[in-house]
């Protein structure tokens, strides 16, 4: 029965990450649409080089990314990781029906065309949901293609590497390329390029936030002589509970416990004040980045 209801669970996982890809893809479908094509930039990426082939050529960026991604997706399903490929393949398809169909409809209501006055706040909104969607994307083990595929290649052959480094160092080299592209008369217009970067960095400093969590917490290492007392009083106060282990201190050979507790925030200082009621007692504490996952409650 334990191991059905762990493979129920794990399927209804497995739907819910494909709903938020296909979700996001239409969001990020939206993006596109509504708020980077029309202010004539380029926004990151592969997707970026996408975006100025429709600005010169008329090719729409529906196209055009599928003719980046999917070969690539069929690249990391060999190259990189067998799940990442086939969710970034989904995302990819949809995003692309998804735009195809807004580029089809009428939907110049909803549109936001700074009409080259103030463009830093499309910019600013685009790169807001760009970064979530990233975020949603990476949480998920797939990627919104392009760049972030190459990245992830590079990230598996060369591990110590950052993502987002990689990414933002092949995102100025779109950059570089939009100032050819949406410069007009002749002479040279380095506004696309700003505001190409300063899109690239919103992202990905959102999408980095979102990879680290927003679910942050303490983590305390209490070394101490009154490991039940302290358990109980953690559990009893704060709904929390402790995992002990045995050590030796070696300074005086003398046997300890190290209890280990994670607790939220704003319980910081509830814990503070439950080890400075002790004697003979030493914590210290970390900040967690995101916690997850569940032991299995027995009555």
Do not use: W
Not at 47 to 75: D, E, R, W
Not at 92 to 98: D, E, G, K, R, T
Not at 183 to 201: H, M, N, Q, R, W
Not at 222 to 241: G, N, Q, W, Y
């Amino acid at each position: 029965m334990f191991y059905e209801v762990m493979d129920v669970n794990n399927t209804i996982k497995k739907i819910f990450s494909y709903a938020i890809i296909i979700g996001v893809a239409v969001i990020l479908a939206f993006n596109y649409h509504i708020f980077i094509v029309e202010n004539h930039f380029a926004p990151a990426g592969l997707n970026g080089i996408a975006t100025m082939i429709q600005f010169k050529t008329g090719f729409s960026i529906s196209y055009m990314s599928l003719i980046i991604n999917v070969p690539l997706c069929i690249l990391a399903y060999f190259l990189v990781d067998r799940r990442f490929a086939v969710k970034t393949l989904v995302f990819s398809l949809v995003y692309s029906a998804a735009y195809l169909l807004l580029q089809q409809s009428n939907t110049d209501f909803i549109k936001y065309n700074a009409q080259g006055h103030d463009t830093i706040f499309p910019v600013i909104i685009s790169g807001v949901i760009s970064g979530l969607v990233y975020g949603m994307c990476l949480k998920c083990n797939a990627s919104t293609g392009g760049t972030d595929i190459v990245s992830r290649y590079i990230n598996k052959v060369r591990p110590e590497t950052n993502f987002f480094k990689v990414t933002f160092i092949l995102n100025a080299i779109v950059a570089v390329v939009s100032l050819f592209v949406y410069s007009e008369g002749g002479s040279a217009d380095y506004k696309p390029v700003a505001l190409c970067i300063t899109y690239c960095f919103i992202s990905n400093f959102v999408g980095n936030y979102m990879i680290k969590g927003t679910k942050t917490a303490y983590k305390f290492t209490i070394i101490t002589t009154h490991p039940d007392e302290i358990s109980k009083e953690v559990s009893d106060r704060l709904m929390h509970s402790t995992t002990k282990l045995d050590a030796v201190g070696t300074y005086t050979n003398t046997e300890k416990s190290v209890l280990i507790c994670v607790v939220n925030k704003h319980q910081l200082t509830d814990v503070k004040n439950i080890i400075g009621s002790y004697s003979d007692t030493f914590a210290f504490y970390e900040l967690v980045n995101e916690t997850y996952g569940n032991f299995i409650h027995v009555k």
